[in-house]
């Protein structure tokens, strides 16, 4: 079945610096989505990409779809604690309802 | 308030007992899911209703019973559960536009009920 990895499992930046999590699919995608989770919270969508090669910015976070549209980013720049989180990908094929999503980057910002 | 409301927002309960799970959305949506989030593993969709029609079950033990009266309403009753199946269980909507070249069907999360089965 369709595997989404994203990678790193973890990481933990000092407030300011900048952040990237990556997400791949074994499988071309239709669409991609990021969501974001904060502790103890429920994921909420941030962005969807669809277009090969598509980049959106939101604020301070950049996101890209890849050219083959098998992989995708999440970047942050300067990084605050409200950036605190676990950022999900989510993939979704050209037919059906599934959306697969990956195990998450959690992010830790110390100041 | 996400529009999409779930409650209870805890349960602990036995492996004998049976509860209930309940899911409203009040966003007009045409799709709604469960979810399994446990500790070290992606999201798992259970159970996808779309226009109140169960479209997937994703080989989810009978334990777990979906069931969907109306586009706005979804439960997921309980029997016989064991200790790993405690987790976050997350309740969501879309609206599904079947017409689109690609469907947009961003997900709205409620904020889940966190089981633990003793």
């Known amino acids: 079945g369709q595997q989404v990895m994203q990678i790193p499992q973890y990481q933990h930046v000092q407030e300011g610096e900048d952040f990237t999590t990556y997400c791949n699919s074994s499988t071309t995608l239709s669409n991609i989505q990021w969501y974001k989770q904060r502790p103890g919270g429920h994921p909420v969508f941030l962005i969807q990409l669809v277009k090969s090669g598509e980049v959106k910015k939101q604020k301070r976070l950049t996101f890209q779809f890849g050219e083959a549209k098998k992989n995708s980013s999440l970047h942050i720049t300067a990084t605050q604690t409200t950036d605190v989180g676990t950022y999900f990908c989510a993939g979704q094929r050209n037919s059906g309802y599934a959306l697969n999503f990956g195990k998450g980057t959690s992010l830790l910002v110390t100041p | 308030e996400t529009g999409v409301t779930q409650t209870p927002r805890h349960l602990v309960m036995g492996m004998t007992n049976k509860k209930s799970l309940k899911c409203e959305q009040h966003l007009g949506h045409n799709a709604m899911y469960w979810y399994k989030q446990s500790a070290k593993k992606p999201l798992e969709l259970m159970f996808v209703?779309?226009?109140?029609?169960?479209?997937e079950n994703n080989s989810v033990p009978s334990r777990f019973s979906p069931e969907c009266p109306n586009s706005s309403h979804l439960f997921l009753h309980l029997h016989t559960l064991q200790p790993e199946d405690s987790a976050l269980y997350l309740c969501?909507?879309?609206?599904?536009?079947?017409?689109?070249?690609?469907?947009?069907?961003?997900?709205?999360f409620g904020s889940g009920t966190r089981l633990t089965v003793v």
């Open positions: 209703y779309n226009f109140k029609e169960q479209t």
């Open positions: 969501a909507s879309s609206q599904d536009e079947w017409g689109m070249a690609v469907p947009y069907m961003a997900r709205t």
